[in-house]
């Protein structure tokens, strides 16, 4: 036998056989033994947080005195009689006989699954005498439909930060859901609600809609998913009715990547040469980052160099990380200021994967400066050389009139002899 059969079997025995009377008969003495009335019901379960018909079925043996006037109540832990709670009191019921009476009971959200609760009756019989009792009936309780349906977004939070979450309230029924109330709340470790609770919304008509946006703030040591506690309550149409609704909600910390110490090098890059892009990544967020890469969006003249994307890997808060890219320039990239936009991804603690943009300023230098220094350099190289040979043919030159003139002077002193 399994367990819902059991359980079946447990209620069927709870309601068509009372477990405890409690009797305070009253009268002229000698006092009559009261009827030995049963009390029943052929529900079985109760819908949580709505008002039930409760159908109880008062039943007299033969040869019983007639019940008069008899007035039912039901008033327990978690089931509350509704209206005035009692039935009329012109009811009676004679022996060998049935009257069926029903009761309006609201039951609590906070009701177990299974529950007993006393069914008090009172009536008079023989015309001299009354009789109270209380007679006890099991029910099972259940969460059952609602016309109002519930959303809520987003389903990730940010913790550290106050932000804005969206009820999404909707009427799937043909009536017009009045008096809306809701009450949020976050567990006490996890974040609050800011503002005043409950909310109050007003009315949606059939088939109708309306969004419902609050503040709330989450604490940045919140747990990764903790449920977001609402207790709405409305009336229907035709009774009141109160609905438990708790998503759970996913959150994590806030990852702030930037960038600092850009370089480049060579400081000016040229048309058609290769650089490279020199910067620091520090994460000052509230919570880290991994998988982290580095990957150059090089805009029309310019494309990356070697490995497009640049691995990371794994950073903390308040860590730092190098990062160099090396790209080119086409040599027909016209000098002038450039940006040259990285993206950076990175996989939070829920592995989603999210990237920021960061903008890195490159000059590109027009090359006549390096090709004038070239020039410059060999022209120094070619006057050195240059400078050399004429020194050499002014020595020679030099020595030749030294030794012209020295001739001529010997041949002077020989002539004088």
Do not use: W
């Amino acid at each position: 036998m399994n367990s819902n059969t059991m359980l079946l079997m447990a209620l069927l025995t709870a309601t068509l056989a009372p477990l405890l009377a409690f009797a305070g008969t009253s009268g002229p003495t000698p006092i009559p033994n009261p009827p030995n009335f049963q009390l029943s019901t052929n529900v079985l379960t109760l819908c949580k947080g709505q008002v039930n018909q409760l159908p109880i079925t008062v039943t007299s043996p033969p040869g019983s005195a007639q019940m008069q006037g008899v007035l039912l109540g039901i008033n327990s832990k978690n089931i509350y009689s509704f209206g005035n709670g009692t039935t009329s009191g012109t009811i009676n019921v004679s022996a060998n006989s049935s009257r069926t009476i029903i009761l309006p009971i609201f039951v609590s959200l906070n009701a177990s699954s299974l529950i007993s609760t006393g069914v008090s009756i009172n009536y008079d019989f023989d015309q001299l005498y009354s009789d109270s009792e209380v007679r006890n009936i099991s029910f099972g309780t259940e969460t059952c439909p609602s016309a109002l349906k519930v959303g809520i977004l987003p389903g990730v939070l940010t913790s550290g930060k106050i932000q804005n979450v969206t009820l999404m309230l909707s009427n799937a029924g043909n009536t017009t859901l009045n008096y809306i109330s809701i009450k949020s709340a976050m567990p006490s470790s996890d974040g609050t609600f800011l503002g005043i609770q409950p909310v109050g919304v007003g009315a949606i008509g059939p088939m109708g809609s309306l969004n419902l946006t609050q503040s709330v703030f989450v604490f940045k040591n919140a747990t990764q998913s903790f449920p977001i506690n609402m207790t709405i309550n409305l009336y229907n149409g035709i009774v009141p009715e109160q609905i438990s609704y708790n998503p759970t909600v996913l959150s994590t910390g806030i990852i702030n990547i930037t960038p600092s110490s850009t370089t480049l090098s060579p400081t000016t890059p040229t048309p058609g040469g290769i650089f490279s892009i020199s910067f620091v990544l520090t994460d000052v967020g509230t919570a880290g980052a991994s998988a982290v890469t580095a990957t150059p969006l090089p805009p029309s003249g310019f494309s990356a160099y070697g490995s497009n994307t640049v691995f990371v890997g794994d950073m903390a808060t308040d860590s730092q990380t190098p990062v160099t890219l090396t790209l080119t320039s086409g040599a027909g990239t016209k000098a002038g200021a450039y940006v040259i936009p990285v993206r950076v991804n990175y996989l939070n603690s829920l592995r989603q994967n999210l990237s920021t943009v960061i903008d890195v300023p490159v000059t590109l230098g027009t090359g006549f400066a390096s090709a004038n220094a070239i020039g410059a350099s060999t022209y120094a190289r070619h006057s050195t050389g240059g400078s050399g040979i004429i020194l050499l043919l002014l020595v020679v030159i030099i020595m030749v009139l030294g030794f012209l003139l020295y001739r001529e002077k010997k041949k002077t002193r020989q002539h004088k002899k």
